[in-house]
């Protein structure tokens, strides 16, 4: 279908580990107004509960949604297979565990035809959290104002299709809980003259289900295991100055337990600084391999 901004829009939403508020997040893109022209569900799960997949088969097969099944979990797979799927010249990627505003869908369309932009960045509302206006400070994605920005979350972005192909998607070299991914993406569109606006008008709550997504990969403050370090480690070897690396290194290593967590429990130091080292080793493996980027 074509939206009132004279263009069309596929919803690509990447689930791993996901079972009923993926179909309530499903059932709730398929109730906007204007819908999506499509939706695809690209399922990394490899077996959902019995009723979430009686559910998902019947709404794949009454065409209300492409159903997209992977062998595998990698967040920037799961996307570059929904941007190659998708048929609409405007790509909106969401998370699976989202409450999405009423409007939300023709607020992204209308953003990219009122501003020309490339990318576009809508509102993310966290738990707890409600648009907040005002520019003090940092910019944070719940903010009520309208505004050019430098990088999208990933939970709730859209992006012109012919862009994102001809900049080769997301890198799969961003493994496991993929942290970084959008910065990197978002730096190889700017790189190539694209804008990225800001729309609060396109909003989501992000609901942060405790099970499965990122939080398959264990807490990251609580693991010794580099699923949630690899991913930091590999975006400052892919988007910092040569000379500015070592230094971005050691401010990661530092930070990483300098919390109010370890502060209180300093005997998880040595095994955050071990996940910490172990990501680091892996980050230069990759990029010494390059980018694994849409060919």
């Known amino acids: 279908m074509s939206g009132p901004a004279g263009g069309s829009l596929s919803v690509v939403i990447p689930t791993y580990g996901r079972d009923d508020v993926l179909v309530e997040t499903v059932n709730r893109v398929l109730a906007l107004d204007p819908p999506p022209a499509e939706l695809l569900v690209v399922d990394q799960t490899r077996r959902h509960s019995d009723d979430v997949e009686r559910e998902l088969m019947r709404l794949s097969a009454s065409g209300a949604i492409a159903w997209i099944r992977l062998p595998a979990p990698s967040i920037p797979r799961a996307m570059n297979v929904g941007l190659l799927r998708a048929r609409s010249e405007i790509v909106l990627f969401l998370d699976d565990d989202v409450i999405p505003e009423p ?8 953003a990219h035809r009122e501003s020309g932009a490339a990318v576009v960045a809508g509102q993310v509302l966290q738990p707890g959290e409600e648009p907040k206006s005002g520019s003090d400070g940092p910019f944070r994605f719940h903010s ?93 070897l892919r988007t910092s100055p040569r000379a500015a690396v070592p230094a971005r290194f050691i401010e990661r290593l530092a930070r990483s337990v300098r919390t109010r967590h370890h502060r209180s429990r300093p005997w998880w130091i040595p095994v955050t600084l071990t996940a910490e080292v172990t990501g680091l080793a892996w980050a230069m493996v990759l990029a010494l391999r390059g980018p694994r980027l849409i060919r």
């Open 144 to 236: 009520s104002e309208r505004q050019w920005v430098t990088e999208v979350m990933g939970c709730n972005f859209s992006i012109r299709h012919e862009l994102a192909l001809g900049i080769g998607g997301m890198d799969e070299n961003f493994v496991r809980a993929a942290y970084g991914f959008e910065a990197e993406l978002c730096q190889r569109a700017r790189a190539g003259g694209a804008d990225i606006l800001f729309e609060p008008r396109a909003s989501i709550r992000h609901l942060r289900t405790p099970s499965g997504g990122t939080r398959a990969w264990g807490h990251h403050l609580r693991t010794a295991r580099p699923g949630h370090s690899v991913g930091a480690f590999y975006r400052i």
């Open 103 to 110: 409007g939300l869908i023709a607020a992204h369309l209308e």
